[in-house]
């Protein structure tokens, strides 16, 4: 089965621009080669995108498009390099979009301005698919048409389908030629010199430098930035580079990582703006914060510290934020703004914990915090609520966790009073608004009993309170002082 078809393209008015070819690995090591016979002499084959862009295919076919002119008293057609390289593109591109569009929906001229229109075909070799163009108006009239420059394209796909691509060009092809001597490779474009200028080749890219030769084993930079041209005179690509004692990362696509992440087998590291490797900084990236140790290692899994505190790097090398860290037994609390809380209070579906100047949970233990004492149960949960035990008695903390002081507290139907420390009164005087009270051994209000205190005889009533004035208690008759002092 096959299929050919063509469109004419009119020149859409934007300026040339070099096309950087995804990565490709050659099927051997590249060597320029001088061949005068065409303008674009590449050869060979290049495997791509899972296929092949076959050279030699394409330079036979151009073989076959100008010996179909010379019957017509034409004159041939020349490669023009530019074009060639985006005629292979497009051959790519047809084998799973076949139309004179491509896959993102602009013409074949976005891959080069010089074009003008274009054939395409797919599934016959290059005899058949020269017979079926010829036999068809619109795609001999491109191949007999006064053009003066063509790109061919033919890529075999992994199944072993060729699919093939004619640009054309009423501009002169760019004629591209290799020469060696003992100092190295040279490129001539329409036999000057080239110098100062990047040139593509069975694609790849290669320097010239200003003395005309291939730039080999050193940098180079372009609008994009800096490339290790290798000892071929290849963008090295997808590996590390050691120069002048540092490290520097040569990304896929051949340009030195910088302000960049890279990684080895160890881990991720940080590549500054000269594309040195960072070490003992922290990054931002994505608005996310990222620590450098000193190995030059991102952080995970793993403290950090800044001026301000403590934080925890995540797996991701994140700063970890609003929420609870289980490390070497002990808990963390790592706030909003990524920081371990330390001398403050932390909260947890049960209740408040006080995290110490390490970090840890604070347990068995009472605390003073804004002229408020408070206690952490061995559990490290605030108490609230409740007495807690002490050596010089019992103190009652409040709902807010505060030590209650100078106060009435009920608490299992039952009255107490703390005083001003915040301990249970015992066995001594409380007042309230309506007098005095007696707390008895239990810490609660004592009724209807004799309470002698400091040598004198005092009364409290069932309501409590202690009585004074003339008081009948057990039929007898007894008079009471102001104060509550038994007067007779």
């Given amino acids: 089965m096959s299929k050919s078809c063509n469109s004419p393209l009119k020149s859409n008015g934007i300026k040339r621009i070099i096309l950087i070819l995804l990565v490709i690995a050659l099927t051997a090591v590249f060597v320029p080669t001088v061949n005068s016979g065409y303008a674009y002499a590449a050869s ?37 390099t530019e074009m060639q390289e985006a005629a292979m593109i497009r051959a790519n591109e047809c084998s799973y979009y076949f139309s004179h569009y491509r896959p993102d929906g602009s013409d074949p001229s976005s891959l080069c301005s010089k074009i003008y229109s274009e054939n395409i075909s797919w599934g016959r070799d290059a005899a058949g698919t020269m017979s079926g163009w010829m036999a068809s108006a619109p795609h001999s009239g491109n191949i007999l048409d006064s053009y003066k420059s063509i790109g061919v394209g033919c890529y075999i796909s992994p199944g072993g389908i060729p699919y093939w691509v004619l640009v054309f060009s009423y501009e002169s092809a760019d004629i591209i030629e290799w020469k060696c001597d003992e100092n190295g490779w040279m490129c001539f474009d329409n036999g000057t010199q080239v110098k100062s200028r990047w040139i593509q080749h069975d694609g790849e890219w290669y320097y010239l430098k200003a003395n005309g030769y291939m730039a080999v084993n050193e940098w180079t930079k372009d609008s994009k930035g ?18 002048k004692d540092e ?42 914060w990222y620590y450098i140790k000193a190995s030059g290692y991102m952080a995970y899994n793993e403290w950090a510290k800044d001026s301000h505190g403590w934080m925890w790097m995540g797996p991701m090398g994140k700063v970890s934020k609003s929420q609870w860290l289980k490390y070497n037994d002990e808990w963390y609390f790592l706030k909003a703004d990524g920081y371990m809380a330390a001398d403050e209070w932390a909260r947890d579906s049960k ?34 609520r409740e007495w807690i035990e002490t050596d010089k008695g019992s103190r009652w903390m409040s709902s807010g966790g505060q030590a209650a002081r100078s106060r009435w507290v009920f608490n299992d139907n039952q009255w107490h009073y703390t005083d001003s420390e915040g301990y249970m009164v015992r066995n001594a005087w409380a007042a309230d608004s309506h007098g005095f009270c007696w707390m008895d051994e239990n810490g609660l209000i004592a009724t209807d009993r004799w309470i002698t205190y400091e040598g004198d005889s005092y009364y409290v009533g069932s309501d409590g309170y202690m009585v004074t004035g003339t008081q009948t208690i057990d039929g007898k008759t007894y008079l009471f002082g102001d104060s509550g002092k038994l007067i007779s």
């Fill in 44 to 80: 060979g084959t290049v495997s791509y995108d899972g296929g092949t862009l076959n050279y030699d295919n394409a330079n036979y076919m151009l073989t076959l498009v100008n010996q179909e002119r010379a019957e017509y008293g034409l004159p041939a057609l020349e490669m023009d």
């Fill in 226 to 243: 800096w490339m290790w041209m290798n000892s071929s005179g290849k963008a090295s690509k997808s590996q590390w580079l050691r120069y």
């Fill in 247 to 288: 490290w520097y990362y040569l990304k896929s696509d051949g340009y030195m990582a910088a302000d960049d992440w890279a990684m080895d087998s160890v881990g991720w590291m940080w590549m500054d703006s000269s594309g040195k490797i960072s070490k003992n900084r922290w990054v931002m990236y994505s608005n996310e």
């Fill in 351 to 384: 209740g408040w914990m006080w995290m110490n100047s390490e970090g840890k949970i604070t347990k068995s233990e009472w605390i003073e915090y804004k002229g408020d004492l408070y206690y952490l149960k061995d559990d490290g949960y605030m108490a609230s």
